[in-house]
T-cell receptor, first 114, second 116 residues
Framework: DSGVTQTPKHLITATGQRVTLRCSPRSGDLSVYWYQQSLDQGLQFLIQYYNGEERAKGNILERFSAQQFPDLHSELNLSSLELGDSALYFC?????????????FGPGTRLLVL | AQKVTQAQTEISVVEKEDVTLDCVYETRDTTYYLFWYKQPPSGELVFLIRRNSFDEQNEISGRYSWNFQKSTSSFNFTITASQVVDSAVYFCALSEASGANSKLTFGKGITLSVRP
């Protein structure tokens, strides 16, 4: 158990809908990262937050947004969902915001868009 | 731009065989960090090891060992006396020390199947 929690574990929804994925980092970690794992793209970095502020963006679609709250939990919002958004979404956390930090991953949320 | 290549896609071995998983990376940074993660069939990503670019000493942890060679930009992972529980997808990843973020760049992963 990494100490990172993600809810829900599974999500099934329809095209055009909007969903929210939630992540709680390990105790003491200030950075939260979101990654998407799909069969064709592999594991891709989406976005990073550090202590409530957006720190970096990767291959995140405009239909996707995220935020980190004062209690450090984070939410990833996916809207106008398409079939291709079906994937495993991981949250990871680390103590700081630098490359030397080990990122610990949550169990993931498996999203299926029908 | 940083890149991680795991040329092997699937490896199948019989229990107790040794197996080496290859990882080659590209980066322009002189300071960087390399990682291995394991993804068992249950789906979670489990951290195995972190290595910084200044430490080329090999590391051994039980049946696992890692060989880091800057000269060939490789960070290979060997499992000795493999077991069925080692069956998983293994990812090599890279992060750079410079720049505004600490994102991980992952390879495509290697699916290891250990048969009894």
């Amino acid at each position: 158990d990494s100490g990172v929690t993600q809810t829900p574990k599974h999500l099934i929804t329809a095209t055009g809908q909007r969903v929210t994925l939630r992540c709680s980092p390990r105790s003491g970690d200030l950075s939260v990262y979101w990654y998407q794992q799909s069969l064709d793209q592999g594991l891709q970095f989406l976005i990073q937050y550090y202590n409530g502020e957006e720190r970096a963006k990767g291959n995140i679609l405009e239909r996707f947004s995220a935020q980190q709250f004062p209690d450090l939990h984070s939410e990833l919002n996916l809207s106008s969902l398409e079939l291709g958004d079906s994937a495993l979404y991981f949250c990871a956390s680390s103590v700081g915001d630098r490359g030397l930090e080990t990122q610990y991953f949550g169990p993931g949320t498996r999203l299926l868009v029908l | 731009a940083q890149k991680v290549t795991q040329a092997q896609t699937e490896i199948s071995v019989v229990e107790k065989e040794d197996v080496t998983l290859d990882c080659v990376y590209e980066t322009r940074d002189t300071t960087y960090y390399l990682f291995w993660y394991k993804q068992p069939p249950s789906g979670e990503l489990v951290f195995l090891i972190r290595r910084n670019s200044f430490d080329e000493q090999n590391e051994i942890s039980g049946r696992y060992s890692w060989n880091f060679q800057k000269s060939t930009s490789s960070f290979n992972f060997t499992i000795t006396a493999s077991q069925v529980v080692d069956s998983a997808v293994y990812f090599c990843a890279l992060s750079e020390a410079s720049g505004a973020n600490s994102k991980l760049t992952f390879g495509k992963g290697i699916t290891l199947s250990v048969r009894p």
